[in-house]
């Protein structure tokens, strides 16, 4: 097997965003109680921060967060989550079936936010609420004072305005399973007219309309079209939601699992561009894909069994070697459409299918698929550059033909880095990468990064073992006439990096 690509930093698809590197915290089984807040906790301060979440997501490079959810926003009243804390009322979470204490809200997720040093994407309730309650969110948490709610802000202890740019226009609200479920045309006009009222109140503010929360609903493609003619106008970001797993027996469909998100971007693209076109506008609309990740929901038993409990155990899916692959090359799917993506926001970031995991009376630690994001974080910058790779096909039931090696690079103007990173979908051969690089200077390879291959696919981290999988540094890849050769093993995420 061989896989074939030229490269030239005058080829570019588009600068890597930082904003391609979010996560998402919901008020969701554990993943704020007990994920990132757990006051009394040994590795706690006195807010209750868990400060090695903390650290773990600052490790991660995690540069968005969106909060708070989610289903959960459905039915959330953000004002139960500010003021004193013992005067805050335990509510009836719709979404998760759980108790929600509403002792973490906005001004601790701002405050978690800055130490994070991560920037806040906000949702607001779209499904049981309205315009009013989305303009008087906004007005709380950025007008700088002299109005009631801003004031309200500084009574709670916030003298300056949070300044929040990023705002999501409710959530998932195409899947029959959201509380206050629309149909694209009762979300398309409450969805452009809570954008206009919320711009009075801010001009500052960037703002993302629903998409389609997942590329398999029945709706997809028109619900885009219908929420985009009313919107389009409105708003800077239609969004996309998408989890995969293997479906019984179907490896093959799961380890080219980015051809299929690859394809749903393609189709949004083409989507937002359709009515673009049909507006006449020379506007871009651009994409948040602001949830992502690997999710064995077929295992999940479903909301309506949940019963009550308070911050419960919520699939908290345990991570494998091969789906760190899969999900490496997942990112790869992302940095390739950099042109179009401009938000991305891994779901969710600890416990809830999260790259990092936290118990009580136990430190964080991270799972298999923490390492492929935190080194695509650290090490994709610059530009995209556009990628052919001339390799072989194979046949999947859910994608058609898809490329056994995968292929996408980065290059830094300033620093003259160079990043390859690339997958290899063979189950049973190794791969030969052949990279053109004769339109660089000199280059030499100072690292070469894998996971799967020899590695035991099915290995996992654990709170006993959080160090059992780890990226292995590979020797071998070499440059000879300005021609790169590396061997890619079987089922393998790779990055090479060269200066
Ligand atoms: O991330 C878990 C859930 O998945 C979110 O609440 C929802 O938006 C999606 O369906």
Known sequence: LTAHATLDPAFRVAPVDRRLFGSFVEHMGRCVYGGIHEPGHPESDADGNRLDVLELTR??????????????????????????????????????????????????????????????????????????????????????????????????????????????LGNEMDGPWQTGHKTAEEYGRLAAETAKAMRQVDSGIELVACGSSNALMPTFGSWESTVLEHTFDYVDYI????????????????????????????????????????KK???????????WNLWQESRFAGHTNLDWEQAPRLIEDTYTVQDAVVFGSLLMSLLRHADRVAIACLAQLVNVIGPIRAEPDRPAWAQTIFHPFALTARHAVGDVLRVETATDLYDTAEHGDVPLVDVVATHDRESGQLTVFAMN??????????IDLRAFGDLVVTEHLHLGGEQDLDAVNSIETPQAVAPISVEGASIEGRRLTASLPPVSWNMIRFV
């Open 59 to 168: 490790d991660l490079g995690i540069s968005v967060i969106r909060y708070p959810g989610g289903n959960f926003v459905s039915g959330y009243r953000w004002e139960d989550g500010v003021g004193p804390v013992s005067e805050r009322p335990r509510r009836q979470d719709l979404a998760w079936r759980s108790i929600e204490t509403n002792e973490f809200g906005l001004n601790e997720f701002m405050a978690w936010a800055k130490l994070a040093n991560v920037e806040p994407m906000m949702a607001v309730n779209l499904g049981t609420r309205g315009i009013q309650e989305a303009c008087d969110l906004l007005e709380y948490a950025n007008h700088p004072g002299g109005t009631y709610l801003s004031d309200l802000r500084r009574k709670h202890g916030v003298e300056e305005p949070h300044a929040i740019k990023l705002w999501c």
């Open 239 to 278: 969004s996309l939601h998408a989890y995969y797993e293997q479906h019984g027996q179907d490896r093959a469909s799961f380890l080219a699992a980015a051809a299929g998100m690859d394809r749903f971007i393609d189709g949004v693209v083409a989507t937002a561009d359709h009515v673009s076109a049909k």
């Open 281 to 291: 506008s020379r506007k871009k609309l651009n994409l948040s894909f602001d949830e």
């Open 425 to 434: 979908r063979h189950t049973e051969d190794r791969a030969r990468l052949e």
